[in-house]
T-cell receptor, first 116, second 111 residues
Framework: ETGVTQTPRHLVMGMTNKKSLKCEQHLGHNAMYWYKQSAKKPLELMFVYSLEERVENNSVPSRFSPECPNSSHLFLHLHTLQPEDSALYLC???????????????FGDGTRLSIL | GQSLEQPSEVTAVEGAIVQINCTYQTSGFYGLSWYQQHDGGAPTFLSYNALDGLEETGRFSSFLSRSDSYGYLLLQELQMKDSASYFCAVKWEGSQGNLIFGKGTKLSVKP
């Protein structure tokens, strides 16, 4: 148990569907992250929220839309996805955001997304 | 820009010692982290080095040389359960404190 729970674990959707990924952290952390993990590629940071405010958007296509209603919950809304969006989507949290010396990130098990 | 290099795969036998290297090119480096990820599982934090030297935590140690832009993860007394992917990640001033991950090293421990 990492203290970060993601649902669903697996998702298959068509390119025209709309779905949402959910992340919940029980660690009292103030920063939350979405990453994309594809085979043979580094983890790609997608979005960062600190104290429920978005602080980073790494040129992610608009078909991905994050939402952070409170410091414990993070959503990733998906619509009109492409086959290349098939990947493992990981949520993480850390005590705070910034350059503080050691802010280990705690990851969830991820959602394995397949786009048909 | 920034880049990290680590070997894609390493194989070792149970009981052995293995070293996974990571070289980085960044400006304004803050620190080097290591994460472990088993197949189908979540990445988990192993260590963080901000200063030169060796940090030891049980069977795992992590080393950093800022002058050489180089670090490594040392795993001793290898066990089958150590078979996993290991990622180095850097914090640098251009990333506003975010982690930039390497592509990972897949470690296979054989009996």
């Amino acid at each position: 148990e990492t203290g970060v729970t993601q649902t669903p674990r697996h998702l298959v959707m068509g390119m025209t569907n709309k779905k949402s990924l959910k992340c919940e952290q029980h660690l009292g952390h103030n920063a939350m992250y979405w990453y994309k993990q594809s085979a043979k590629k580094p983890l790609e940071l997608m979005f960062v929220y600190s104290l429920e405010e978005r602080v980073e958007n790494n040129s992610v296509p608009s078909r991905f839309s994050p939402e952070c209603p409170n410091s414990s919950h993070l959503f990733l809304h998906l619509h009109t996805l492409q086959p290349e969006d098939s990947a493992l989507y990981l949520c993480a949290s850390s005590p705070s955001f910034g350059t503080a010396s050691n802010q280990p990130q705690h990851f969830g098990d991820g959602t394995r997304l397949s786009i048909l | 820009g920034q880049s990290l290099e680590q070997p894609s795969e390493v194989t070792a036998v149970e009981g052995a010692i293995v070293q996974i290297n990571c070289t980085y090119q960044t400006s304004g480096f803050y620190g080097l982290s290591w994460y472990q990820q088993h197949d189908g599982g979540a990445p988990t934090f192993l260590s963080y080095n901000a200063l030169d030297g060796l940090e030891e935590t049980g069977r795992f140690s992590s080393f950093l040389s800022r002058s050489d832009s180089y670090g490594y993860l040392l795993l001793q007394e290898l066990q089958m359960k150590d078979s996993a992917s290991y990622f180095c990640a850097v914090k640098w001033e251009g990333s506003q404190g975010n982690l930039i991950f390497g592509k990972g090293t897949k470690l296979s421990v054989k009996p």
